[in-house]
């Protein structure tokens, strides 16, 4: 390349003008062995570039880890908190369920099931009035067992009368 | 994502990554741990890995950030020790060596660059970004970046050709 020509594209690359490919041209001219002495300066730093690229590399190994068994042990924890929930809403949550919500099959169950409890019920109360009937009579009971008493007082009289008798009859086969 | 579908997303930049952490800290040992704090970052995130438009330039610009804080830091828990620190008056042997490894000089003369020029230079000059992959990165427009890389060359260049002179910087 003529020298005339790298002096003016190093000019641009003084100010900050020059493209990338152009920069590759200087790059190129300044990697030969034999450059002009007053581009001696050019020449160490474009050196420089074109070394600290080829050399300077990262060949750590870097530890990446696969988060797997923290993973596993949140989902866990999810489904304890999942199935709690689960156990939680079927033992307390049932009634938010209202009866539009059931599928055909379920409203039909559900309407036999209130039909029996229905039943129960009424059965139930039937029993109850006829208990309250037996109630009345204990009450009746009672009442009578008081109108007995007369009755006792006379018994006692008749034990005295009977007693003296049968001293009567002791004393006289005496 | 599995781990090598991922190596291979990652695998075309890792060194670029690495570059420019070695750039801003300096110390190889502290550029590889910052390139592994990348890497981990982005497996971490591999499901959002999907969603970034330019995973490179986003990659690029966490490593910026994460070395400017890291710098931060360094700077508030301990004494820096800059060059200047024991710097000696007269041109030590030592000196006359370096300077003549002048390919090594580079690199110690970008070490003294404000950190902005100092990642728009990698960028451009070392990786070869086109600007607006660079201003993607570090949040400047292409016109400021300009003035920004031409005036880190310039001062590589003079430093360079004072070394050359006088074989000292």
Redesign the interface.
Known sequence: MVLNSIEKLLEK?????TT?KE??QLKAYFAQEEVAPHL???K??F???N???QE???T?D?P?K?KKSHIYQWISVAALLVLSLGIFTTQFGEDKLTYSQLTLQEQKDYDQAVEVFNLIGSKFEQGESNMAAFGLMSNKLSEGAEKFEPVAEFSKATNKILKSKKKKTKTSKN | MT?TD??KLVLPF??K???LA?RLLVSREEA?DA??EI??KL?KNKQKIAEYKNLEAFSMTMTKNFCLDRLKSKQAQNLKIVHSNYEENNTSLEKQVEARD??D???KIIEELPEQQKIILQL?????Y?FDEIAKVVDMNPTA??????RA??T??EK??NT?RYGIK
């Open positions: 690359y003084d100010n900050g003008e990338i920069e590759q001696e300066s050019y160490t730093m050196q420089y570039f070394t600290t690229k300077d590399l990262y750590k870097v990446l696969t | 781990q991922f190596t890792k060194d990554v690495f570059r070695k590889e390139t592994q890497l981990l497996w002048s390919v000089w580079v690199s451009r000059d070392i990786e070869e086109d970046i300009r003035v920004a890389l031409s060359r310039k590589i260049r360079l050709t050359h």
